[in-house]
Every structure is written in structure tokens, then in C-alpha cells.
């Protein structure tokens, strides 16, 4: 056992290395591009790193729906994105404030409300019509990929090109490369911290509950952490507001909308004080752009924002042991 257990903590340990550079690469690959283009980097944020970070969950969900396992693909979702406001924006913010762009509560938060609304209406087949059980069905996922593929077209219509100063910036083809090894990192470094900390909970006997709660959901969402983390060190906010706003959307219509094409996803009980939560973490994030400083995350918001996910993660806990 002692020689697993080391070989687990060697894996998990590569894996948060391979996660902060890969996250490093990505942010100055993808704002070198940004630079160069004349696009802004919130716009960047919204897109590729949004979608880069997004492939953990989106890989977890693909590999459970082919399992025949769909009943762990929607927790994964919600539970990531509840992180990504709470515990990525709250350490973040922690790092540094984050001075947000009015574009993110003008359109992000909005879109974000939105495509929670999409989703209570989609697992809301028992309280609206009497049927059960409720399930996200293959045709709500082909509205869900439709829905992902209009929210691209509304990046679009918005995009803006800015002049920027290019000689700060690299070559494209260098530009390129540190995108593509950036994903790579973030791709294989989130799989190898996942897979390396669940193994340290089964050899250390922690509970399935324990490993699910505390590990998957947070474990897929470590891209996001890294990518925003290190945003938010190197002054820019953008990218990481960008990558979480993005993020949430691109979970729900592309990730969710993917997995229930492949199989349908049932949807358990706890799911609607789950959304409850989400719900009220985005709430949190829109009030906190008008407490204190206007346009602003601060780093006491930022410390609100992770007592209020510290709360959720010990609650739940609490209910899966004590039910």
C-alpha cells in the first residue's frame, strides 16, 4: 500500500505541475494572438480558454456517458460551475482584485442566469407535467448544442478589434504552439491530478461521497483555477473572468448537451438544491460588481465567495452521510 500510495502522490503531484504550466502557456499563447489580432482579451477568455479548460469536464462526461455512467455527468457540470464562481473567482480574487469589464455584467452574468433558467426547465419534467422520472433527453441535448452554437454567434456579433502595441507579442507560429501545449498541459494535467487524487482517497479509505464532492467536481475544474490564478497574478482580469463566464456556458450547452446526444441523463433528486446553489453564487458574483468598489471583485468578496463554497461543500457532506 505504501508504495501505491507514493506512486499516486507522484502522479497527483506532476499533475499540478503540468496544470500551472500548461495554464502559464495558454494565457501567454492566447493573449500574444489576442494582442496581434486587435481582439480583445475578454473575448479571448470567453472562447478559446474557456473551451481549452472546459475539455476536463468535457472528457470526464464523453468517458461516463460511453460507460453507461450518466447519472455522474450533470453533478459534474454543476458542481464545476459552482466552483468556477466561487472557488476560482474567490481565490482569484484573493491574488489580486479583479476590475471587471462591463461587458461581463451586461451580457456574461445575463447569459449565465440564462442557461441556468435553460437547464431547472430541463430537469423539471416531475414538477411540470407529473412524469418521472426526469431526464435531460437527446433532443433537449441537440437544443443544448444549439444553444452553445448561437452563444458563439453572439461572441461574434460583439467582437471588437482594438489597437493594440504588437511588439509585445510573439510570432504566430509561437503563438500557436504555446496554445496547443497549453491545452495539453491542462488536458493531461487535470487527468493525471484527477485520477492521482482518487486514488489517494481509496487507499487512504475516504468515502466515494468524499471522492465525488470533493475531488471530481473540484478535480475538472483545476484548469479553470490554474488558467484564472495565474490571470489574475500577471494584471489580467479579463482572461480570467472571461475563462469562468465562458466556462459555465460552454458546461451546460456543450458538455451537457454532448453527453445527453450520447445518452440520455437521468437527473437525481438533489439536483434542484444544487441549482439553487448555483443560482445564488451567480447572484453573489452580479451584487459584488455593485458593493464597494463598482466594477470590482475585491479580495474580501473574494473570501465571502469561498466561505460561501467552503459552506456548500461541508453541508453536502453532511446531508450524503446523514440522510
Known amino acids: 500500500m505504501e508504495g501505491s500510495l507514493i506512486l499516486s502522490l507522484l502522479k497527483f503531484s506532476i499533475g499540478i505541475a503540468v496544470l500551472i504550466k500548461g495554464a502559464d502557456l495558454l494565457i501567454e499563447g492566447s493573449s500574444s494572438l489576442a494582442r ?56 482569484a480574487s484573493l491574488i489580486r482584485p479583479l476590475s471587471v469589464n462591463r461587458t461581463f455584467v451586461k451580457k ?26 426526469s431526464i435531460i433527453s437527446r433532443s433537449e441535448g441537440l437544443v443544448l448544442i444549439t444553444t452553445f452554437i448561437g452563444y458563439l454567434y453572439f461572441l461574434a456579433a460583439f467582437l471588437e478589434k482594438e489597437e493594440v502595441d504588437k511588439s509585445k507579442t510573439y510570432g504566430y507560429a509561437k503563438g ?26 481509496v487507499l487512504l479509505g475516504v468515502s466515494q461521497v468524499m471522492i465525488g464532492l470533493f475531488l471530481i467536481a473540484i478535480g475538472t475544474s483545476l484548469p479553470e483555477l490554474t488558467t484564472s490564478a495565474v490571470a489574475a497574478y ?23 448537451g454532448t453527453s445527453s446526444l450520447i445518452h440520455p ?21 452580479l451584487l459584488s460588481n455593485y458593493t464597494g468598489r463598482r466594477y470590482t471583485v475585491s479580495r474580501l468578496e473574494g473570501a465571502v465567495f469561498l466561505a460561501i463554497y467552503t459552506s456548500y461543500l461541508l453541508v453536502s457532506w453532511y446531508w450524503e452521510l446523514w440522510r
Open 108 to 133: 456574461e452574468i445575463p447569459l449565465n442566469f440564462l442557461s441556468i433558467l435553460i437547464l431547472f426547465a430541463m430537469v423539471s419534467d416531475r414538477l411540470m407535467d407529473g412524469s418521472g422520472p
Open 234 to 256: 500577471r494584471g489580467n482580469p479579463d482572461l480570467a473572468l472571461g475563462n469562468v463566464a465562458g466556462s459555465n456556458i460552454f458546461n451546460v450547452s456543450l458538455v451537457l
Open 36 to 91: 496581434r489580432a486587435g481582439i480583445p482579451d475578454f473575448i479571448v477568455g470567453l472562447t478559446l480558454v474557456a473551451f481549452g479548460t472546459s475539455l476536463p469536464e468535457l472528457t470526464v462526461n464523453i468517458s461516463a456517458s460511453l460507460k453507461g455512467a450518466s447519472e455522474i455527468t450533470l453533478g459534474n457540470v454543476i458542481g464545476s460551475n459552482i466552483a468556477n464562481i466561487l472557488l476560482i473567482l474567490g481565490v
Open 176 to 201: 500557436v504552439l504555446f496554445v496547443v501545449l497549453g491545452l495539453l498541459g491542462l488536458a493531461l494535467g487535470s487527468e493525471w491530478t484527477v485520477s492521482g487524487g482518487v486514488e489517494i482517497a
Open 265 to 285: 441523463i437521468p437527473v437525481p433528486d438533489r439536483v434542484f438544491r444544487d441549482l439553487l446553489i448555483l443560482f445564488v453564487a451567480t447572484a453573489a458574483l
